[in-house]
């Protein structure tokens, strides 16, 4: 109960910062709030239902066989980046969390760079699956 508490102070705190003062439109925003958390919630119980590897498990050259249609849709580094999360998101979960699964990720789909950051992407997959 106190977590509820705290996030409406937080979230009414937040709302005056913006100017936002007006209840009837301070309550709108958080039922939004509230049906936004709980669809987030339910997506990512699903994600994690799935079976999902560590692409460490493979050798690059094995990922560049595996994800060759993806692959081939890269054309600049925003598309790389854009790929290699929906890759990551649908495959290797949890390599949003592990930086030595961000780097073979970058590896993987580099483009013109040596490095791209995939660690803690994972926002970005859930917007891209059309969760906002």
Do not use: P, Q
């Not at 483009?111 to 997959?125: K, L």
């Amino acid at each position: 109960m106190e977590d509820i508490v705290e996030e409406d102070i937080y979230l009414r705190l937040f709302l005056k910062e913006k100017g936002i003062t007006d209840e009837k439109r301070i309550e709108r925003i958080k039922k939004i709030t509230i049906e936004r958390k709980i669809k987030a919630k339910k997506f990512w119980e699903e994600r994690r239902k799935k079976h999902h590897e560590n692409i460490n498990g493979y050798t690059l050259e094995e990922l560049k066989e595996k994800h060759k249609n993806e692959l081939s849709k890269i054309h600049n580094k925003e598309e790389a980046e854009n790929i290699g999360i929906m890759i990551m998101g649908d495959f290797y979960l949890g390599g949003f969390s592990s930086r030595s699964n961000s780097r073979k990720m970058s590896e993987l789909v580099g483009y013109e760079t040596n490095y791209m950051d995939f660690y803690g992407s994972s926002c970005y997959y859930y917007m891209m699956k059309g969760g906002i």
